[in-house]
């Protein structure tokens, strides 16, 4: 049953990792839990209460598609640098209602149904060469370690150097690098569940700290009814609606690609070609998310990189996505203690697993420079422009520049041309 409904193999899998697998992916990722309700709290009309509700919901349904789709280990939920765009940029910015927001991200979702179905996004994806693959994982990890560091405070804003190291002698980020060592050590001693130890242990040191904040146990889910299905149609003929859906499109489509890309890569879950099984079905799970989604009121609904760190603790299966699922639900009427893990516990995971997910770089080969210049502007553009899209877009269009201007025709395939042109015209027009 369990081979039928997640892919998994007791031969080659085990239940208790591929548990403990999700519960450490959904403790990297329960942020959002907190993070969207205060954003979207900014907006009139959608209640922080409600949006919680909302983000779960939205997350429970995601992650489930991925678990009996695609039956990959996968977590998704609202996706973070969507959301800010959604409420400071479409909403406060340019002045329109989030039900037109919304309305924009229901017909993302639409249209990223009809692109799974007819096996354009899949395309896309076969159509990034190999080396620009192990680049993604390995600028996938510098991104995400990026994320934990800033989170914790260890790497903080500077007006002069743009970012600096933080102050690591007290507070979140000094106990941040005290988890860091403990999750560090656990690891080296291959304890079973070391990242997901390593969460709760950071997270109890920090009470006398004063940073562990207990908020509680059991709370009941609020209701969504203010934000369910609000949406607006009359402005829909708009360029500003085709700017908006184009926008949410593309960083969703290439944020989604890296994610799915570089984890399957790092935990060697692709076949003699480099390709991903079930990616079509774990597309679509993706694209049923954001339809969703937007009908219970939040914004793109996404697969999350920090599924690396279930990944890193052996997950391989949808078993791994469906606990993650679980812990959604669960969260849904224990929001405040989970709410209680602060950001320095989770840090330290995702340095850790930023530092595993650098492993494919080794593959990448820097002898041959038409293949090592475009896969290093890849990995380094994405924690610098701190998007997985852009590197990846950067990557592509250096590719087929450097390779053109080489003369190397033959490496080039027209799905990569019309890549390359595409990025040209969103950073020229958008």
Known sequence: MLNKLFGFDSKKHNIRTEIVAGITTFLTMSYILAVNPSMFGLLEGMPAGAVFTTTALAAIIGTLAMAFLAKLPFGLAPGMGLNAFFVFTVCMGM?????????????????????????????????????????????????????????????????????????????????ALIGLI?????????????????????????????????????????????IFCKFEWHNIFTLDMLVIVFTFLFIDLFDTVGTLVGVSTKAKMVDENGRIPNLKQAFMADAIATTAGAMLGTSTTTTYVESAAGVAQGGRTGLTAFSIACCFAIALFFSPLFLSVPGAATAPVLILVGMLMMEPVRNIDFDDATEAVPAFITLAMMPLAYSISAGIMLGMISYVIINICCGKFKKLTPAMYILAVLFILKYIFI
Do not use: C, H
């Open 95 to 175: 002045g329109y209602s989030w039900q037109f927001a919304l309305t924009a991200v229901f017909i993302e979702g639409i249209l990223f149904i009809i692109m799974t179905i007819t096996n354009i996004r899949e395309a896309i994806v076969n159509a990034i060469p190999k080396n620009l693959r192990y680049a993604i994982g390995g600028g996938i990890g510098l991104f995400i370690a990026f994320i934990g560091m800033q989170n914790a405070g260890i790497i903080v804003n500077d007006d002069a150097t743009l970012i600096a190291l933080g102050d690591i002698t007290s507070g979140t980020a000094l106990l």
């Open 182 to 226: 403990i999750t560090g050590v656990l690891y080296a001693l291959n304890v079973k569940g070391a990242m997901l130890i390593g969460i709760l242990v950071t997270t109890v040191i920090g009470i006398p700290m004063g940073i562990t904040e207990f908020k509680g146990i059991v709370s009941t889910p609020e209701s969504i009814a203010p």
